[in-house]
């Protein structure tokens, strides 16, 4: 059934009983019992449709709604058990005939009632939902009924002739309708707020109705002025339709939003006692004729003083909750909600919208700690600002940006996006590419994006944000700037991933790790002039692995510090015992990570190496790579040091990263390496025009010019014919043991293939 439809078919079926119960009373107006007949048999009619109702919506809810139909189905079934001791006893006898019985069944269906609609507004937030609350709304009840019971109960009750049940049922009434009023003035707050279902406005209505005609009955019944099929049965018999509707129309996906909102209904409720003495005061007055002396007018000032002074502190609290609340929900760098929201938010989502789609990006900034700690954290949280910026600029409806925590973003999407999703990344990707110029800086930065999808590829929090994670991690294993999507291959390669890192301080104990030797060649006469140590994983079950792929989780995980010494060592004493067995000496170049410079001690480290084998300083050469010069203060220091030791420096993977002619300068360096993507593509003349200018440079700069990854004759000859001298690749040699090196040296140089 449609949402017209459905509107439709409550509407018309209402007004059929409205006309119903107007036609009875205007055929048999003059006969009170079928008129009393006919509003009972609607009634419990109404009352029963409401009872199988809710039990329906019991049975078909979640665990936390589950409850709250419960106690509606109990108070339902107590509201019918009353009418039926008022229905059968008029139907027997013919005649109208009231017990007393049905009033005390009526006031336990309304305090059941009232407990349920407690029960849902408390289950919004357990954690917010003080005890100062409760007092709160006790006291808002005690003045309702105070006013009720003085200014329509007491004047036509007889406290002599009545009994003491019905003494108390009669006060009870106007306390648990008055509860019941509140209850339902914070649930249209809540439906106004979407956190709580809009099913809960055919509840709302209904109580609302109920409550009505129940103030309107002991008015008229205050004034001797009530008579059946009157105004009071109409707004009983509605009420009681819309409560049944809503068990009706109660759905399993149907769930209350779970959340502190700022301007939560149930903190108003601190007014309450204040409104509620106010009230009090003037109508005491009021009943003593406004007679005041000075001692009662002293109490009321200071009173209204107290109130006063209440109010101003409220105000104040309020103030720091909704600050405290902001916070608990926020990043105050960047004003993106948090983690905790984040949390909440897709949890809560996952829940509401079942099986259809919602999408998470974890976004995390490539290289954001280098810039973090070279410029200072100033300029760090100013790059994150932006980024933030930069991301919510793209960000369409439906979709919401959060920050969790130092360079990492989540974006949460509800909705299907099919292709759309690859041209979002995109976008975000180029955005935050574009250079972030903050103060006399131009700093670029690039982004990797992991995506996972719900419920393709998990159905939990947990799963989701694992799955996105480890795909935004393989993008960066990629090569950065990129995103991916997780699925079962992403799996496998992740599994690869922590098996690699659980393995890697294993594999330098159980010596799996291995050092191959490349030669440096002479361009002109292929003569070997120089070596670079490269270091080889031999798996126990993975095979070979690359240092590509095991390095950057070294680094990540801190164990390329003991890996970077191991290799040191073994360099060196290689070196030397070639040396000792008279072989040309020759220069080992080891490569050294940047977290070796940032992690300290690295010059300790190169002279315990040079002193336990014995090596000259001479016959050492660093290579570092372009980051290096991200943090010149500290890596100058370190590079002069090893100036001073004779160790020679060179740059390696020059022109693909940070290079600065300033910088360069500054720091004593010895050599540049021509990153072998330059040399692939030499073919191509804006290729070569940028090899021959970067050569050009070495030269006017005095730097060594050492171009890797020569494969063919013809980028032999380019390299040669732009005045390179030095080269290192497959032509001449690939990486080899040191056994197989020391036959390459013994025969020096390599013979002319063409």
């Known amino acids: 059934m449609t949402m017209l439809k459905e509107k439709r078919f409550i509407v018309i079926f209402i007004l059929m009983n409205v006309f119903i119960l107007f036609g009875w009373n205007l055929i048999f107006r003059g006969n009170v019992w079928l008129m009393n007949l006919d509003i009972l048999i609607l009634q419990t009619t109404a009352m029963l449709f409401g009872l199988i109702q809710f039990r329906k919506a019991y049975k078909k809810t979640d665990n936390q709604q589950k409850t709250f139909w419960l106690i509606l189905s109990i108070g339902a079934a107590l509201c019918l058990v009353g009418n039926m001791f008022w229905l059968v006893p008029q139907i027997i006898k013919g005649e109208f005939v009231s017990t007393g019985i049905e009033y005390l069944f009526w006031l336990l269906g309304r305090v059941t009632y009232l407990i349920a609609l407690f029960y849902r507004i408390r289950g919004i937030n ?22 009720t019971l003085y200014y329509l109960i007491e004047p036509t009750l007889n406290y002599a002739e009545n009994s003491l049940s019905s003494i108390v049922v009669a006060l009870m009434y106007p306390i648990i309708n008055s509860s019941i009023l509140l209850m339902i003035f914070v649930i249209c707050y809540l439906i106004y707020k979407k956190i709580e279902s809009r099913i809960m406005i055919f509840l709302a209505g209904g109580f609302l109705l109920t409550v009505i005609g129940d103030s309107y009955y002991a008015f008229l019944e205050s004034s001797s002025n009530f008579a059946p099929g009157g105004t009071v049965a109409y707004l009983w018999l509605i009420g009681m339709w819309l ?8 759905k399993d996906n149907e769930r209350v939003r779970e959340q502190y909102d700022e301007g939560f209904g149930l903190r108003n409720t601190t007014i309450l006692p204040y409104i509620s003495t106010l009230v009090l005061i003037i109508l005491v007055i009021d009943s003593y004729n406004w007679v005041v002396n000075s001692l009662s007018f002293g109490l009321l000032i200071v009173i209204g003083m107290i109130i006063f002074r209440q109010l101003l502190i409220i105000k ?3 103030g720091l909750i909704r600050e405290f609340s902001y916070l608990a929900y926020h990043d105050p760098l960047t004003g993106l909600s948090n983690r905790t929201e984040f949390k909440e938010t897709l949890e809560s989502e996952m829940k509401r919208v079942q099986d259809k789609e919602i999408v998470l990006m974890l976004i995390d900034l490539d290289r954001f700690k280098v810039a973090n700690d070279t410029l200072g954290h100033q300029v760090g949280d100013e790059i994150l600002v932006k980024a933030a910026e930069r991301i919510e600029e793209v960000l369409g409806p439906n979709m919401k940006v959060f920050r969790l925590g130092g360079d990492e973003f989540a974006v949460i999407i509800l909705q299907e996006m099919d292709s759309k999703c690859n041209v979002l990344a995109e976008k975000i990707l180029q955005n935050i590419q574009k250079p972030f110029k903050l103060n006399d800086y131009e700093i670029s930065l690039t982004a990797s994006i992991g995506i996972s999808v719900f419920p393709k590829t998990g159905r939990s929090y947990e799963e989701l944000f694992k799955f996105a994670d480890t795909a935004m991690y393989l993008a960066k294993d990629s090569g950065k700037n990129g995103f991916k999507y997780y699925d ?18 294993k594999g330098l104990e159980k010596n799996q790790f291995e050092l191959y030797y490349q030669p440096k060649v002479s361009l002109d006469s292929r003569e070997i002039t120089g070596v670079e140590a490269l270091l080889r994983w031999n798996h126990p079950e993975l095979g070979w692995i690359s240092p590509v792929e095991f390095i950057p989780i070294a680094e990540e995980t801190g164990q390329v510090m003991a890996i970077g010494e191991w290799v040191l060592r073994n360099a060196c004493r290689q070196n030397q015992i070639w040396r000792e067995k008279g072989l040309p000496s020759i220069r080992m170049s080891v490569n050294v990570s940047v977290k070796q410079f940032q992690h300290g001690g690295l010059v300790r480290i190169v002279k315990k190496a040079l002193e336990e084998s014995g090596l000259s300083p001479h016959y050492l050469e660093i290579e570092v790579t372009e980051s290096i010069m991200q943090n010149t203060s500290e890596s100058s220091e370190v590079l002069h040091q090893f100036r001073e030791m004779g160790i020679q420096i060179s740059i390696d993977d020059f022109g693909t990263g940070y290079s600065s002619l300033n910088i360069i300068q500054q720091l004593p360096i010895d050599t540049i390496k021509l990153d072998r993507s330059f040399i692939t593509d030499i073919e191509n003349e804006n290729q070569l025009s940028m090899v021959k200018t970067i050569i050009n440079l070495g030269e006017n700069l005095k730097l060594n010019v050492v171009a890797e990854g020569i494969e063919t004759e013809y980028q032999l000859t380019k390299l040669i014919e732009s005045g390179c001298q030095i080269g290192q690749g497959f032509l001449f040699s690939k990486p080899v043991e040191p056994d197989q090196f020391e036959l390459l040296l013994r025969q020096r140089v390599f013979p002319n293939r063409q």
């Open 126 to 147: 357990t954690i917010k939902f003080k005890k100062v609350y409760i007092f709160n709304i006790l006291i808002f009840m005690i003045t309702t009924a105070s006013v």
């Open 243 to 250: 409560l049944g509707f809503a068990g009706y129309f109660a």
């Open 316 to 318: 104040e609290n309020n």
């Open 488 to 505: 079962d291959n992403l799996s496998e390669v992740m599994e690869r991933r922590l098996k690699i890192e659980s393995d890697l301080r």
